[in-house]
């Protein structure tokens, strides 16, 4: 009797979710249609009259999901659950009745909540549909990592590009603008060309926020979990390009990293949110800190540097609980996720396991460059961009400016009125950067200590690489000088073509580039000025140094590597 009952609603309802899916796939269509159209303009009365129905249609197959579930066990009933509640939480923030607008700027809200609600779950599911092209033509994992980020700032350079993504009515972004702003934030670097806090509408923002969140884990990482969670296998392609996406270290699984990862940002970004919300509310309303808050944890974590104020935090500059909080924030996304796993699973553990290597290096050298960062600041700007500010207000700004160079982008002073001296000390920072497995660029702490390692061994003439009474092997040093080899090359390079196309001067082009490929993303103000051919090749810098240099030789390198069996005759050369 049971089984009957169960065989006549399933004849019902498979029929019924059949026709809702084609409805459904109609409705995704002509919106992407109407959204593409609403480039060159279509009236709000049309758009809005549209997006009701789609809404109308969310709410619908959301019930339709909800009894897949009950009697079919569909897991995509989370993704369906996830777009909804997305939509509902946007709506009550952007204080909106349902189907309801009485304003230009709500309209707006109202466009960008259900244009989010409908796009991302049909972007998330054919995400597994890209990827099982990239593995039909066999693509390695290397070449599917750089294949993610460009897809990822395709679609951004798409979305910002929509006249709901600029707050002025009328206006309008150049094509390049657009993909460098979705490049910058994609690769968590921060460099802007346009101002993000008065350009940009909510919706704007928005992207950028998560193309700065998908970008600081990868897109890999994140359609990996989406996989795991709803139970389905994961390839072995999918399984290294995860691993080399988030430099996971081999001492722990990859769903154990993936999800220690995921949950270690999330929590932390919403515990910065916290005092900044605090902070924020004094001078906002509610729903303008809760989004400032947000916006400014996740750009700080994921050391992106792009901030809702003009001046970036020069507002700020004395204030000690935004500095304190953002510092901290800077630091530990530049940790690394390995370094905090190591670190918690040290911590948990009944019995006392060493700390790895990797961890001692990448907390000891961030702590020695922060202080000698700061130190060296205070110095060198002490007469000249802090000779105006009080004692307390130079330490502090010397501080930040610290823990920024390396990694991330905001400031607390102008940038432009800073001597050569720092400059030059700024661009040594940024090119170290952060450590491997984290939010942050440059060649890396490892990288440079190992160098460092290795030059003393020489000078020592000893046969051995050691660090902390750990042998460093041989192999680890030629691919720190390799990669510090084509790095400077590539650094080099776009310097002298932004000095021979945009004229600037030796120290503002080395400036902007190698910001550019540590995804640091200060600057002196001359970004929004340059050239396009110059604003292309920053952003092909900043996808270099986001994806790595290295990463990208091996991906576009084709054929086996042979080893050869006969070996020439050795030669010795004077060095030096």
């Not at 080399?244 to 940002?265: E, G, K, R």
């Not at 920053?538 to 042979?562: E, S, W, Y």
Request: glycine share 6%.
């Amino acid at each position: 009797m049971v089984l009957a009952k169960y065989f006549t609603i399933m004849r019902w309802l498979l029929p019924a979710l059949t026709v809702l899916s084609i409805m459904r796939i109609s409705v995704l269509t002509i919106t992407g249609v109407i959204l593409i159209q609403s480039i060159f303009g279509v009236s709000n009365d049309s758009i809005i009259v549209w997006l009701n129905i789609c809404l109308g249609f969310i709410i619908i197959h959301m019930c339709t999901e909800i009894i897949r579930y009950r009697y079919v066990k569909d897991t995509k009933v989370i993704l369906t659950l996830f777009s909804t509640g997305f939509w509902i939480i946007f709506v009550n923030f952007a204080d909106l009745k349902l189907f309801i607008t009485d304003s230009a700027y709500r309209l707006q809200e109202f466009v960008s909540a259900v244009t989010l609600a409908i796009i991302l779950p049909y972007l998330y599911q054919n995400l597994g549909r890209v990827f099982s092209v990239f593995q039909r033509f066999k693509l390695g994992y290397r070449l599917i990592i750089t294949l993610s980020f460009l897809l990822v700032i395709a679609i951004g350079t798409i979305l910002l590009m929509l006249p709901i993504s600029i707050r002025e009515e009328g206006s309008s972004l150049r094509i390049i603008d657009a993909f460098f702003t979705a490049t910058s934030a994609v690769c968590v670097t921060g460099l802007t060309v346009v101002d993000t806090a008065t350009y940009f509408s909510r919706f704007g923002q928005v992207i950028i926020l998560v193309l700065i969140q998908i970008g600081s884990l990868g897109l890999v990482t994140i359609t990996t979990s989406m996989v795991a969670l709803l139970g389905r296998k994961i390839s072995q392609t999918g399984r290294m390009s995860a691993q080399s996406s988030l430099s996971a270290v081999s001492d722990y699984s990859l769903m154990q990293y993936i999800a220690f990862s995921l949950a270690f940002t999330f929590i932390f970004e919403l515990i910065i949110a916290v005092p900044l919300f605090i902070k924020f509310y004094r001078v906002m309303s509610i729903g303008d800190s809760i989004f400032y808050a947000v916006f400014f944890a996740v750009s700080s974590f994921c050391n992106a540097g792009f901030s809702l104020f003009t001046d970036s935090l020069e507002a700020y500059r004395g204030d000690f609980v935004v500095n304190a909080t953002i510092m901290i924030s800077i630091f530990v996304g530049g940790l690394g996720f390995g370094t905090w796993l190591n670190i918690q699973n040290n911590l948990s553990s009944r019995r006392s396991r060493p700390i790895s290597l990797q961890t001692k290096i990448a907390v000891n050298t961030s702590l020695i460059l922060a202080v000698v960062g700061a130190v060296g600041f205070f110095i060198l700007e002490n007469n000249a961009s802090l000779k105006d500010y009080s004692v307390y207000e130079k330490t502090l700004a010397s501080m930040f400016a610290s823990v920024n160079m390396r990694t991330a982008g905001f400031n607390t002073i102008d940038l432009a009125d800073t001597k050569d001296a720092s400059r030059l000390m700024s661009v040594v920072l940024m090119y170290i950067g952060a450590a491997p497995g984290s939010t942050g660029g440059g060649i890396k702490t490892t990288t440079f200590v190992v160098l460092i390692a290795y030059a003393r061994a020489s000078l020592a003439n000893h046969k051995d690489i050691t660090l902390y009474g750990k042998r460093i092997e041989e192999s680890i040093a030629h691919q720190a000088w390799t990669l510090v080899f084509n790095s400077i090359a590539w650094i080099c390079l776009v310097a002298i073509i932004l000095c021979y196309v945009d004229n600037l001067s030796l120290s503002q082009a080395l400036y902007e580039t190698v910001s550019a490929y540590a995804t640091v993303g200060l600057g002196l103000g001359i970004t929004p000025e340059l050239s396009t051919f110059s604003k292309v090749l920053l952003c092909a810098t900043m996808i270099l140094g986001r994806v790595g240099p290295t990463t990208i030789m091996l991906a576009l390198a084709r054929g086996n590597r042979k080893s050869n069996i006969v070996r020439g005759a050795a030669e010795k050369l004077s060095i030096g």
